[in-house]
Structure formats: C-alpha cells, structure tokens
Nanobody, 122 residues
Framework: QVQLVESGGGLVQPGGSLRLSCAAS????????MGWFRQAPGKEREFVTA????????IYADSVKGRFTISRDNAKNTVYLEMNNLKPEDTAVYFC???????????????WGQGTQVTVSS
C-alpha cells in the first residue's frame, strides 16, 4: 500500500509559477509510474501528466504541454510538478497518483493523495 501526500499548492497570479511535490511512503517508489490529475469545480477529474519508474519517459495532456514539467527523485521518494505560465483555467485541486505499470498511456492511478488546491487569479 502506497501513501501519497501532496504539497506546494496555493494562490498565484496568471503567468506565475508553482511547484507541487508528492511524497510517497509505504511501497517501493521506484517500481511505480507516477502521475498528476486535477479536478476543477463542477468538472470531472482529468489527467495532467505521468512519468515512468525511471523518469526516462513522460506524457502530458495537450492543455499543459510546454508549460508543465513532471520529474521524480527516487532517492527522495518524491515526484514533482513544475507549473509555469499558469492560467486561470489551471485552477483546480491537483492529485498525485501511483500505479504499477510500465506503459504510461492509459495511466489511471491505483493510489491517490488527498489533493492540493491551486488557484490562479489576479
């Protein structure tokens, strides 16, 4: 059983940046693909990005491509989401997820964190 705890959310102005972190415990972190999802008020949870176990492969939703970067540090059992050029439509609760899979396409997450709020507003 993997436990995930997100941090780093907050209020930022449009065009600003934030870095989210997700600390994992209770499992072999390096054996999991990791990902981020988000859920805006009144909308369904949507996929944002995922990274494979080694960090050598990543995928992104079209809406964040070129602005967001996912990375991981297996020595620290942590995955990061660097978010740049933030837009009001990025406002959502961001969730970290883990799944034991090799192929990133189709990543849906088996283990979830509690989420961290990101608000982009002037």
């Amino acid at each position: 059983q993997v436990q995930l705890v997100e941090s780093g959310g907050g209020l930022v102005q449009p065009g600003g940046s934030l870095r989210l972190s997700c600390a994992a415990s209770g499992g072999m972190f390096s054996s999991y693909a990791m990902g981020w999802f988000r859920q805006a008020p009144g909308k369904e949870r949507e996929f944002v990005t995922a990274i494979n176990w080694s960090g050598s492969n990543t995928i992104y939703a079209d809406s964040v491509k070129g602005r967001f970067t996912i990375s991981r540090d297996n020595a620290k059992n942590t995955v990061y989401l660097e978010m740049n050029n933030l837009k009001p439509e990025d406002t959502a609760v961001y969730f970290c997820a883990a799944e034991a899979r090799l192929v990133l396409r189709g990543f849906t997450g088996d283990y979830w964190g509690q989420g961290t709020q990101v608000t982009v507003s002037s």
